[in-house]
């Protein structure tokens, strides 16, 4: 996918034409699949990363001398924010942007990061006798569930094809563009 970003970043319009021949699609695709795993695996980042929210912010608030009752003034903001870079993220990996897919699979591992070290952490209070609430061991254990079904479903056939999608009609709009400077060009 690097090589073929660069060819298409510095590619006249024939070079772009020769771009989206290699991407032609075996067989017939459907065009309304093509997002599933990208969008699966968003909403199942973004179910990860709300999972260990509460506890994180109810210890910040604790920690901090805070009143506990205050606690969503730190998760709205949190899972907001979160929501702006991972759909960001995801929309430009859905264009056939390159580095917004990697910087995509760089916010999941920090999100499977996330889950998995509040996992680990609910699991030591377990085991030490701190009993925490049961809902919070069961949000950390689907925390990191989510956390593998987002990885998972961009591990499949279909994102695969949807990313050569994605580069082709990258491929395709650019050199519409092109067209369109060159008739320009033309005219005047």
């Not at 660069?6 to 065009?31: K, Y």
């Not at 929210?53 to 210890?59: D, I, R, T, Y």
């Not at 990697?102 to 209070?125: D, H, P």
């Amino acid at each position: 996918m690097k090589l073929l970003d660069a060819r298409i970043r510095q590619a006249s319009e024939t070079e772009l034409e020769a771009v989206m021949q290699e991407l032609v699609f075996p067989g017939v695709l459907n065009p309304f699949k093509f997002g599933l795993p990208l969008a699966l695996s968003m909403l199942c980042a973004l179910c990860s990363f709300a999972m260990p929210q509460p506890a994180l912010w109810m210890g910040i608030f604790y920690l901090a001398g805070w009143p506990g009752n205050a606690v969503f003034a730190g998760i709205v903001p949190g899972v907001l924010l979160f929501c702006l870079a991972l759909f960001t993220l995801g929309s430009l990996a859905a264009r056939g942007y390159y580095l917004a897919l990697r910087g995509y699979l760089v916010l999941l591992r920090c999100v499977a990061a996330i889950s998995t070290g509040y996992l680990l952490f609910t699991l030591a209070q377990l085991f030490l006798g701190h009993a925490p609430h049961p809902l919070f061991v069961a949000m950390s254990v689907a925390g990191v569930a989510f956390s593998a079904l987002s990885f998972t479903s961009l591990n499949t056939p279909v994102f695969g094809q949807a990313v050569n999608g994605f580069l082709h009609n990258r491929a395709w709009r650019k050199a519409w563009v092109l067209r369109r400077q060159k008739t320009q060009k033309s005219r005047s």
